[in-house]
Structure formats: structure tokens, C-alpha cells
């Protein structure tokens, strides 16, 4: 019970300390970058969630590229408000989602994979020749920013850092509370067995495709943010290689720890941005710190303290060893 206040208190600490950032960093490179960890971090545990039922999608890409294009068009074309807009760029994108799963989750691993990677091709492809709709590959402009929001005015970085720090929240916290439900538990069992679970009694394929609706409703969420951060829309903002970083910073992170994917995105979206005096370099060191971490943190960069502590542990004598395990069998007495 303490681990979990001790928890609450440092996450509500975490959390004080973000709202207090635009208050002391006012640069403006500063809080795009600090919006653009946010983008990672909601599309990284979003991908998460699907994973929780073992099926692997490369086709976040094209959710967060559904949820730009439907939050531009309706704003612009419909006069819909933007904070009517977010919500439905969500649905939209998970509608196409449970679509999706429902023909294709009978599909595993590597060909559920290949599936949804043709998913963001067929997206990007239709984005470039629809143009009477989206603009060709040239896209859409001047994106209206949110409508105005009590002292919000959506006129600088600041506004639009508070409101992707608030999706973030929001949106890590119904992923949090979905994971350690019933719901959650029932995701991890098809993961673990599906024929397991299928013999209880539990419909896998209903699982599969809602966890992947519910990741798709995320990055559709994300996706209405994006455009309307940019002003600007194109089938280029959502190309396959956006699918492959949100992997990445999932894996990296460490994918079976709800913390793993914020860690990754978090890491892997500062260390390009500190390479930027070496321009030259960065794709080098980006790939360099990708290959330690995989190398030498197989679980990702969660695992990292673990390491740690089996290395001291290896480092100290078997006396030593022994005489530390008393005396925390004494504590706990």
C-alpha cells in the first residue's frame, strides 16, 4: 500500500511539475520539443495497448494520419469546433480500426504486421490522389488552431503545450485504469495463450481487434492535435517510417512495463534533438544508442535499474551477499 501512495505522490509531483514548465522555460524550442515527447509518449503506449493482446501493428501511421484529415476537413469544410473535432478524429480512426481488425486479426505476428504496413501505404496513397478532398500531395493549410479555452488562446507554444500535456494525461490514465482491469487482464491471457483462453470461453478475436480499436482511437485523437498544431496537414506527415519510430520507442522503452513506451518515447525523442550541433553525426549516434540499448537492455531501457542491481550483486562477495539478504529478512520481520 505505501509503494502505491509513494507512487501517486511522485506521478502528482511529475505532473505539478510539467503545469510549472511554460512558467520558467518560455523558449519556444523548448516546448516543442517537450510537445513532440508528448506525441510520442500517447502514440507509444497507444501501440502498447494493441500489443498487450501479442498482435504486432505497423499501421499507427495511417490512425494518426486518419484523425488529421478528418479533424482538418471538419473544421474547415463542416465549421465544426475543434474540441468536438478531437474527440470524433479519435472515433473516426477507431471505427476504421475495428474494420480493419475484424477482417484481419485472424492474422498473426509478422502477418498481421505486413497487413496494417499496407494499411498506412493504402492511407498515404489515397491522402496523395483524392485531391478534390485532401488537397493532393501538397495537403491542407492554414489549419485553424483550437478554438479559444477560458485563458487559453492557442496563440503561442505555451497553449498548445498545456493542451497536448492534458491529452497526454488523459489519455495515459484511461490506458493505465483499462490495463489493470478485468479488460486488461483478459488482453494479457490472449497474449500469453490464445488457445488458453479460447478454451475458457473468452471470444480472442473480440479482444484483438477492440485492443486495436482503442490503440487506433488514440493516435485518431493525436493525429487532430498534430494538424492543428502544424496548420498544415500532407500524406507526407504520416509515412510508414512514423509507424516504425512508435515501435521503436516502444521497444526501446521496454514493452511489458506501462512506463517502458514514456521512457523510450522520452529518450529517443531528446537524443536527436542534443545531436543538433552535429548534424552530420546524428543518424550515426541515434543508431549507436539504439544498439546498445538492444544489445546490452534486451527488455528496454526499464530493465536498466535491474541490470544495475544485478551487476553490485555480482560485485560483492557471497559474505557480503549473505549478510545483506539478514538483514533485509530482519527489516521485513
Known amino acids: 500500500m505505501n509503494s502505491r501512495l509513494y507512487k501517486a505522490i511522485g506521478w502528482l509531483t511529475l505532473l505539478v511539475i510539467l503545469c510549472l514548465v511554460p512558467l520558467f522555460m518560455k523558449q519556444n524550442y523548448v516546448l516543442h520539443v517537450l510537445i513532440t515527447i508528448g506525441v510520442g509518449v500517447v502514440l507509444a503506449n497507444s501501440l502498447r495497448f494493441v500489443f498487450l493482446t501479442g498482435q504486432l501493428s505497423l499501421g499507427h501511421g495511417a490512425m494518426v494520419s486518419l484523425g488529421a484529415y478528418f479533424s482538418s476537413l471538419t473544421v474547415m469544410n ?23 481488425g475484424y477482417l484481419f486479426t485472424r492474422l498473426k505476428g509478422f502477418y498481421f504486421a ?25 495537403g491542407l493549410t492554414n489549419i485553424p488552431p483550437p478554438n479559444a479555452i477560458g485563458a487559453l488562446g492557442f496563440d503561442s507554444k505555451a497553449d498548445f503545450y498545456y493542451l497536448m500535456l492534458a491529452i497526454a494525461v488523459i489519455s495515459l490514465l484511461i490506458m493505465y485504469l483499462l490495463e489493470f482491469s478485468r479488460l486488461g487482464l483478459t488482453l494479457t491471457s490472449v497474449r500469453d495463450s490464445e488457445a488458453l483462453a479460447a478454451s475458457v470461453g473468452v471470444n480472442t478475436r473480440f479482444y484483438k481487434v477492440l485492443a486495436f ?101 555480482r560485485g560483492t562477495s557471497p559474505s557480503e551477499r549473505a ?5 533485509r529478512g530482519s527489516h521485513r520481520a
Open 78 to 100: 463542416l465549421g465544426l469546433s475543434f474540441w468536438l473535432a478531437l474527440p470524433l478524429a479519435g472515433v473516426f480512426a477507431m471505427i476504421v480500426s475495428f474494420f480493419t
Open 114 to 138: 505486413m497487413v496494417t504496413m499496407f494499411l498506412t501505404m493504402v492511407v498515404q496513397l489515397v491522402a496523395e490522389q483524392w485531391r478534390g478532398l485532401t488537397g493532393g500531395v501538397g
Open 213 to 313: 480499436g482503442l490503440g487506433g482511437f488514440f493516435a485518431g485523437v493525436v493525429g487532430s492535435f498534430y494538424c492543428h498544431y502544424y496548420s498544415a496537414v500532407s500524406p507526407s506527415s504520416f509515412t510508414f517510417m512514423l509507424s516504425i519510430d512508435v515501435l521503436v520507442f516502444m521497444v526501446v522503452g521496454g514493452r511489458h512495463r506501462f512506463v517502458g513506451p514514456i521512457l523510450g518515447a522520452v529518450v529517443l525523442t531528446v537524443i536527436p534533438e542534443l545531436g543538433r550541433g552535429m548534424k552530420e553525426y546524428e543518424p550515426f549516434i541515434y543508431a549507436a544508442v539504439l544498439l546498445l540499448i538492444i544489445v546490452f537492455l534486451p527488455r528496454g531501457l526499464i530493465s536498466l535499474p535491474e541490470q544495475v542491481r544485478i551487476l553490485l550483486r
Open 323 to 327: 549478510a545483506s539478504a539478514i538483514t
